[in-house]
């Protein structure tokens, strides 16, 4: 009787574990990054009380100089739910999943190695998915943005304005 009591406890603290070991979401199969108290400064509340981060806060495309080796893509030639997308990190949100405006970790190191908390992620919905898709924009606290259609496997830097 007192081996049935104690399965439960041994249960619950293997997932403790498993959870500080992955991160949380590495049990769900997704590689995503919380905020953490060192990358609090690239977030601002807003006079609603949420917060966004600086990449968010800007209000219309600027042309930047493509700071990384990538292609590029022009902001007309992202898809549709891309360019809204991009409308909504202009204007600070709402966004649509809770993941978005998140670390983005880069463990992937395709985009320009940066400090941790500099790039911050946003689902681009992709039609027919049941979930969020492989679709991202990646945003840097310098303002440059880039888009994977392919989960991070690849990345353009994103032209924006044009």
Same mark, same amino acid.
């Given at each position: 009787m007192?081996?049935?009591?104690?399965?439960?406890?041994?249960?619950?603290?293997? &997932? &403790?574990?498993?959870? &500080?070991?992955? =991160? +949380?979401? +590495?049990?769900? =199969?997704?590689q995503t990054e919380s905020t953490t108290p060192g990358t609090a400064s690239s977030r601002t509340a807003t006079p609603d009380g949420t917060a966004t981060s600086a990449a968010a806060?800007?209000?219309? @495309?600027?042309?930047?100089?493509?700071?990384?080796?990538? @292609?590029?893509?022009?902001?007309?030639?992202? @898809?549709?739910?891309?360019r809204r997308v991009l409308g909504l990190i202009r204007a600070g949100g709402p966004f649509q999943f809770s993941q978005d405006d998140q670390v983005f970790g880069n463990f992937e190191r395709v985009l320009p190695v940066r400090d941790r908390g500099y790039y911050r992620e946003y689902t681009v919905p992709?039609? +027919?998915?049941?979930d969020r898709g492989a679709r991202r924009i990646v945003a840097g606290n310098g303002g440059e943005?880039?888009?994977?259609?392919?989960?991070?496997?690849t990345f353009k830097y994103i032209a924006e304005g044009s």
């Amino acid at each position: 009787m007192r081996n049935r009591s104690i399965l439960p406890l041994l249960l619950a603290a293997l &997932v &403790v574990l498993a959870m &500080v070991a992955f =991160g +949380g979401a +590495g049990l769900l =199969g997704q590689q995503t990054e919380s905020t953490t108290p060192g990358t609090a400064s690239s977030r601002t509340a807003t006079p609603d009380g949420t917060a966004t981060s600086a990449a968010a806060k800007q209000s219309s @495309p600027q042309r930047r100089t493509n700071p990384s080796s990538l @292609p590029e893509i022009r902001e007309s030639a992202l @898809p549709a739910d891309g360019r809204r997308v991009l409308g909504l990190i202009r204007a600070g949100g709402p966004f649509q999943f809770s993941q978005d405006d998140q670390v983005f970790g880069n463990f992937e190191r395709v985009l320009p190695v940066r400090d941790r908390g500099y790039y911050r992620e946003y689902t681009v919905p992709t039609p +027919g998915e049941s979930d969020r898709g492989a679709r991202r924009i990646v945003a840097g606290n310098g303002g440059e943005k880039y888009y994977t259609g392919d989960h991070y496997e690849t990345f353009k830097y994103i032209a924006e304005g044009s």
